[in-house]
């Protein structure tokens, strides 16, 4: 069934460069409805004991009548609210998108109050995946991105978790393919324009192209993103 977040961010590519888009494991929404259910049950057994009490209250005042009349906004305070939480929950789900290319990086969410998140991988510090317990038990990981000066641009960009990007929800095997392929991607970075020019290739008119280790990381990056693109 087509999710409801539509058509997937878009990033600028150049010739021959590939671009893939994914969302979160549909693991992701299983995690999410369990803490709707831990909370749904805290919530709503707390405003049970309380109207309980309120009405008890009452009848023992004398003003039973009043605590009848409670009841269906009692109802309303305890059934009311988790509607549209259990919907959010689709929604956010449904509209997280994960675009990336050779170059940068994009993380969307929302569906009316779009936030999105553009990474250049020239600015990346730090990659890391992060699994507690729950998100293991449900096959699920997180990659954080960690850069040095937060995302670029546009009105609906923000700098994230500080200057963090989360790439959430994903699959224990994705989450270590993302953050090998964000190396990989570091280190054709760090390694680019050093001045070891014994070791690069000569380009038509004498100006220094790729090397060998580049070109070999470029290409393990591009297979990596197809692999990733099969999967999504």
């Given at each position: 069934m087509p999710r409801a977040g539509g058509d997937p961010p878009t990033l600028p590519a150049g010739p021959g460069d590939t671009v893939v888009s994914f969302q979160?494991?549909?693991a992701f929404l299983k995690y999410l409805k369990f803490w709707f259910w831990i909370a749904l049950i805290l919530s709503d057994t707390a405003f049970t004991i309380a109207y309980v009490?309120?009405?008890?209250?009452?009848?023992?005042?004398?003003f039973g009548w009043v605590a009848l009349l409670l009841l269906p906004l009692a109802i309303?305070?305890?059934?009311?609210p988790d509607i549209p939480v259990f919907i959010g929950l689709h929604l956010r789900y449904d509209t997280t998108w994960y675009v990336m290319s050779q170059r940068s990086l994009r993380i969307r969410r929302g569906?009316?109050?779009?936030?999105?998140?553009?990474i250049t991988f020239e600015n990346?510090?730090?990659?890391?995946?992060?699994?507690?317990?729950?998100?293991?038990?449900?096959?699920?990981?997180?990659?954080i991105v960690e850069t040095a000066g937060g995302s670029s641009g546009g009105k609906h960009e923000n700098a994230?978790?500080?200057?963090?990007?989360?790439?959430?929800?994903?699959?224990?095997?994705d989450a270590a393919r993302v953050?090998?392929?964000?190396l990989a991607k570091l280190r054709v970075s760090a390694t680019a324009g050093l001045g070891d020019e014994e070791h690069h290739l000569a380009a038509p008119g004498g100006a220094t192209a790729w090397s060998p280790q580049h070109i070999g990381l470029l290409r393990?990056?591009?297979?990596?993103?197809?692999?990733l693109n099969a999967v999504g």
């Open positions: 979160p494991a549909p009490i309120v009405s008890s209250a009452l009848v023992v005042s004398g309303l305070l305890i059934v009311g569906l009316w109050v779009i936030q999105e998140t553009t990346v510090q730090n990659v890391r995946v992060t699994q507690g317990p729950l998100q293991r038990h449900f096959g699920i990981a997180s990659v994230g978790t500080g200057h963090q990007g989360i790439i959430e929800g994903i699959t224990q095997e953050r090998d392929m964000i393990e990056i591009r297979d990596d993103l197809a692999k």
